[in-house]
Each structure stands twice: as C-alpha cells, then as structure tokens.
C-alpha cells in the first residue's frame, strides 16, 4: 500500500539549474508532509515541510509546493549545486501519527 | 549540534542468531522511533515508542522484534531469531514532541547483514 509516492527513481540536473522532485500521495488525511535528503551510509536530515493548510513553503534555496486538489507535492532547489546531489524522499502524516516515506529519487548534480 | 547516535554501524550476523541495535537519541526528546531501508526500497516505519512503552508499531514489527529503554539514554531493538529478510538499514529516530509536531531527527543507521 503505498500511499506516498516518487515516480521518478532518478534525475539528473545541470548545476546552477533548478531541480524538481515530485510526490503525489493517496492518503487525503495527511495534513503535515516533509522532504528528506539523504547521503549514502548515513541517516534522512529533515531539509523542508510544509502543513496542508498552506500551499508554499520557502527556505533559502529551498521552496516545497502542496496542490492538496492534486495529492501532489514538489520541491524546487534553486540554483542547483553538486552537494544537492542525494537521494530525497519525500514524507507524510496524519496528525500525531508516524511518517510515512516515498521510495525516493536520486537526484545527480551535474557540474 | 545534538545528534541520534548508533551502534553498530555494521553487523554481520548468522541466520537464527539474536542482534541488539542500539541508538543514544538526543538528550531532550521524548519519542523514539525505529525505521528500517531494505536496499533499494523505501524507508518503513517499524516501530514508535513513548514513556516508556509502544506508542505504534507496524506489520514488520512481530514477535521476534522488541524495543527497550533500559536507561535514561538508550533506545534498543532487538531481533530475537534474525532472517535474511532482515537484512536492511536501520535507523533510529528521536523528536523532542510527538511526529505530529515537526521533524524527525535520525542516526546514521546500523547495516543489519543476515548470512
């Protein structure tokens, strides 16, 4: 049962461009929704979130969107650099409940 | 900057044999939490864990999983009889309120490696 989901595995970004991931989930009920990065060999570091009562939510290079109509979520690092590149899951939850994590994509910064 | 904290990193173990996971969460929190990455796959939720007991757990946490705080500091998981099928990475999570206040802060992971 997945209920969040990253359909794109991998992408690969030229630096100094911007980088999209995407999620989409199911599950209506989720009201708090995070985007991790990860390194290989070490543990998700939380980098952004957003509530469902908002649809923007900006952080320096960092801008996660919510289309609640759409179950969709995205991220938007702007300008792309090469130590963006990681895998970033995306993550969700009802109030007061556990995560639940997308399967992730592997983003590649070119240089 | 406080951080979660794991040992091992790695651990080989025999199929059948019993592993201790052990994790320092940040000195201040109050929910622990373990999850778990089968390589290539997503992050799993296993397992919750509040004053002093399982606030939730999942599917994948059966029997032969268990949890413990036995000191101010510790937060343990234990397989009892290990499988290959616990072969995986698995983290540890501590978050000074309960998951529906903000972020989860992670270790680094323990590599479970079942022969």
């Known amino acids: 049962d997945q209920q969040v989901k990253q359909n794109s595995p991998s992408l690969s970004v030229q630096e100094g461009r911007i980088s999209i991931l995407n999620c989409d989930y199911t599950n209506s009920m989720f009201d708090y929704f995070l985007w991790y990065k990860k390194y290989p060999a070490e543990g998700p570091t939380f980098l952004i979130s957003?509530?469902?009562?908002?649809d923007k939510n900006e952080d320096g290079r960092f801008t996660v969107f919510l289309n609640k109509s759409a179950k969709h979520l995205s991220l938007h690092i702007v300008p792309s650099q090469p130590g963006d590149s990681a895998v970033y899951f995306c993550?969700?939850?009802?109030?007061?409940?556990?995560?639940?994590f997308g399967t992730g994509t592997r983003l590649t910064i070119i240089p | 900057e406080p951080e979660v904290t794991q040992t091992p990193s790695h651990q080989v173990t025999q199929m059948g044999q019993e592993v201790i996971l052990r994790c320092v969460p940040i000195?201040?929190?109050?929910?622990f939490y373990w999850y778990r990455q089968i390589l290539g796959q997503k992050v799993e939720f296993l397992v919750s864990?509040?004053?002093?007991?399982?606030?939730?757990k999942s599917e994948i946490f059966d029997d032969q999983f268990s949890v413990e705080r036995p000191d101010g500091s510790n937060f343990t998981l234990k397989i009892r009889s290990t499988k290959l099928e616990d072969s995986a990475m698995y983290f540890c999570a501590s978050t000074i309120r309960g998951a529906g206040a903000g972020e989860l802060f992670f270790g680094e992971g323990s590599r479970l490696t079942v022969l």
């Open positions: 993550a969700a939850r009802r109030e007061n409940e556990k995560l639940t």
């Open positions: 864990f509040y004053n002093n007991e399982i606030s939730e």
């Open positions: 000195s201040n929190h109050l929910y």
């Open positions: 957003i509530s469902s009562i908002k």
